[in-house]
């Protein structure tokens, strides 16, 4: 079963407009963490984010900004004036607790990804 | 200070050809993992290292093999490439598994004839 869902295959917006990411993930555990990657044409993975499930706090880092809810299992991003430079395909991942099952050692679950598309 | 390093960055094989991708971290980090990438699916996990010495299957294991000869090093082996072997695959390192950031190499792209 898919963990991690990215409904968005693909966002276009014109630069200086907000995009946000929409990350849904599926979980038994209390203990957890969620990931954003930024994939940009050069592809290489870059690391953005990283939260554990005890911290709800919304984060900001320059014009990203996070929004984690636990009770609706979202994890979404938002570009604010989005530029040129932020068209790329991000990823939401999770990393489960040890704890829960036979093949829960902490993994990286991707999703599908977003292709965000920022045009002049 | 390089982070993740892999070799080649592109190769072309055909059906049935054998090769290998070196992975390389300066990190110091104990866990080692291969990825692969392809398109709409995200990334999935082939074979992960919990140690040197150690090895361990991921989620899409079948047709692959790997090393961890030395701390630094994560070798992923094709024995013997398949065209559904095509695709771009991704090393990754992290400080240990519970949660930590795994950050990843430039990736190698694979085509298979």
């Known amino acids: 079963a898919q963990k991690v869902t990215q409904a968005q295959t693909e966002i276009s917006v014109v630069e200086k407009e907000d995009v946000t990411l929409d990350c849904v993930y599926e979980?038994?555990?209390?203990?957890?963490?969620l990931f954003w990657y930024k994939q940009p044409p050069s592809g290489e993975l870059v690391f953005l984010i990283r939260?554990?499930?005890?911290?709800?706090q919304n984060e900001i880092s320059g014009r990203y900004s996070w929004n984690f809810q636990k009770s609706t299992s979202s994890f979404n991003f938002t570009i604010t004036a989005s530029q040129v430079v932020d068209s790329a395909v991000y990823f939401c991942a999770l990393s489960e607790s040890l704890a829960m099952t036979t093949d829960s050692w902490g993994k990286l679950q991707f999703g599908a990804g977003t292709q965000v598309v920022v045009t002049p | 200070n390089a982070g993740v390093t892999q070799t080649p960055k592109f190769r072309v094989l055909k059906t049935g050809q054998s090769m290998t991708l070196l992975c390389a971290q300066d990190m110091n980090h104990e866990y080692m993992y291969w990825y692969r990438q392809d398109p709409g699916m995200g990334l999935r996990l082939i074979h992960y290292?919990?140690?040197?010495?150690?090895?361990a299957k991921g989620e899409v294991p079948d047709g692959y093999n790997v090393s961890r000869l030395k701390k630094q090093n994560f070798l992923l082996g094709l024995e013997s490439a398949a065209p559904s072997q095509t695709s771009v695959y991704f090393c990754a390192s992290s400080y240990s598994i519970r949660g930590e950031t795994q950050y990843f190499g430039p990736g190698t792209r694979l085509l298979v004839l």
């Open positions: 979980t038994r555990d209390t203990t957890y963490y």
């Open positions: 290292s919990v140690g040197e010495g150690t090895t």
């Open positions: 939260r554990n499930s005890f911290d709800e």
